[in-house]
């Protein structure tokens, strides 16, 4: 337990479950002190930061275990994440820095313009050496999957689809092909779909935008110098995200019939494509990896917490992609539920009862719901009819003239405002 409180484990509390559980099933079952649905980015953190306070996790997840290096996985998930640098502290906390730095690119400009007028910060507005890292999600998985096979505290169930999921007295049961997993706490890490939100009854609220998000790896025709760069064109924003060797991540969004014509486009097609709507935003950019598209929407559940359960990353809330900052938000989850529940479990109580850990939504759902609202707003703004465009592209040229304007958009974008976890203590 590394000095850390754990739940009181009452004889009597832990014997009659055994017993159930027991008769239930003769499949075999897990005891963890925390079930963590899901292996994404967020699920394989969480397990890691758990056993680093002395919690027993098994993570389910329904994939296979990524690749070293993770360049198989980059083939079926062409994904680049901008991890802001406030939340790049909780992989510096649970030592996976170095392992990370060995690919990701640091970005220190973000620029973000409209067809007239823009704001460009830089990590000097914050007073940090970068706003953040670009981390290609092959090697994201990669290292967070070797780290927390690495420790003895988590299990690792990989090709463990959860097909139910209980929330009863004492424990939740997850149910998976050919094993079952008993804990007084299961945390949903496991996507938009999230099986746990629907066993918690939470409702899931929000819309589709007509919009595809079209991600791939292009290779730059000139040095990027550590520039996070987006446009906002008519039907969607266009963002080049810095990454090793001066290639970038492109994620073009475009409403979703368009982005379906580009798809089945070969690739000298696309770059061509690429060529005419991206014009000096981005010349001469060829491809240099393979493209996947992501349905874009905004949903955020009723809560992050019930009785027995608790929603961190996608489950608990989908946002537009446009600000890169979907996965930190859900890393933030991450920072914030561990110390809900070490608080829990230093004053003896149940860590999943609903009293316990409704501090968590308290915590966190007032930012998600901040952050989901100004991205909702640079979405509709930027797609409006010409003339609010390009108001919105003076308002933001100006706002971006203002030095304290400046430095309240870069600690915003680099996740290093409000109430700030332990994981992510400056
Ligand atoms: C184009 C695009 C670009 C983005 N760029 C950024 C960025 O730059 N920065 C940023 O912060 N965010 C970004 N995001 C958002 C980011 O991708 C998500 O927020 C993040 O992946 C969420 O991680 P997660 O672990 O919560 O969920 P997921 O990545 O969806 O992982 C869920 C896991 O649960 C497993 N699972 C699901 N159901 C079950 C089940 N029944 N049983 C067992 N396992 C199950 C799945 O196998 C999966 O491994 C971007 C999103 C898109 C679409």
């Known amino acids: 337990m590394g000095g850390a409180a754990r739940l009181p484990r009452p004889f009597f509390f832990w014997s009659a479950r055994v017993y159930v559980c027991a008769m239930a099933s003769a499949a075999k079952i897990h005891r963890p002190d925390v ?15 758990l056993a680093r306070r002395g919690y027993e996790t098994v993570v389910a997840d329904a994939g296979t275990p990524p690749d070293k290096g993770g360049a198989e996985q980059a083939k079926a998930d062409s994904r680049a994440f901008f991890i802001a640098y406030g939340c790049w502290r909780i992989f510096r906390a649970l030592g996976l820095e170095e392992a990370l730095l060995a690919g990701a690119e640091p970005v220190t400009q973000i620029e973000a313009e409209g067809r007239i007028g823009g704001i460009n910060f830089i990590a000097e507005d914050c007073a940090e050496p970068v706003l953040g890292y670009m981390v290609e999600a092959g090697l994201l998985a990669s290292v967070l999957h070797a780290a927390a096979a690495a420790e003895a505290r988590v299990t690792l169930l990989s090709r463990a689809r959860i097909d139910h999921v209980a929330l009863g007295d004492p424990c939740a049961v997850l149910k998976l092909t050919g094993a079952e997993v008993h804990a007084p706490l299961v945390i949903g890490c496991d996507g938009a779909r999230s099986i746990v939100r629907r066993a918690a009854g939470l409702r899931f609220e929000g819309h589709d935008y007509d919009a595809t998000a079209i991600s791939t790896t ?22 080049v995200l810095p990454l090793k060797d001066d290639r970038a991540n492109l994620i073009w969004t475009e409403k979703a019939a368009v982005a379906g014509a580009l798809l089945a486009l070969d690739d000298r097609g696309f770059e061509l494509e690429l060529a005419k709507k991206a014009g000096d935003f981005l010349p001469d950019a060829k491809l240099a990896g393979a493209r996947h598209s992501f349905p874009v929407g905004l949903y955020i559940a009723e809560r992050f917490d019930a009785q027995r359960a608790a929603l961190a990353g996608d489950s608990a809330h989908v946002i537009h992609p446009l600000g890169g900052q979907g996965l930190n938000l859900g890393l933030k989850d ?68 203002v030095r304290e304007a400046r430095k309240l958009f870069a600690k915003e974008a680099g996740g290093d405002l409000g109430e700030l976890p332990s994981l992510m203590a400056r």
């Open 35 to 49: 079930a963590v649905a899901g292996g994404g980015p967020v699920g394989l953190t969480l397990a890691l930061a």
């Open 334 to 401: 991450v920072a914030a539920l561990v110390d809900v529940i070490a608080t829990a479990g230093r004053a003896g109580l149940d860590i999943g009862a609903a009293s316990a850990l409704e501090p968590y939504t308290r915590w966190r759902r007032a930012d998600v719901a901040a952050t989901a609202a100004a991205m909702e707003g640079f979405a509709r703004v930027f797609s409006a009819p010409l003339p609010v465009r390009l108001a919105a592209g003076l308002a933001l040229s100006a706002a971006g003239s």
């Open 218 to 239: 292009v290779k730059l025709s000139k040095p990027h110098n550590g520039a996070a760069r987006q446009v906002f064109l008519p039907n969607g924003p266009m963002a």
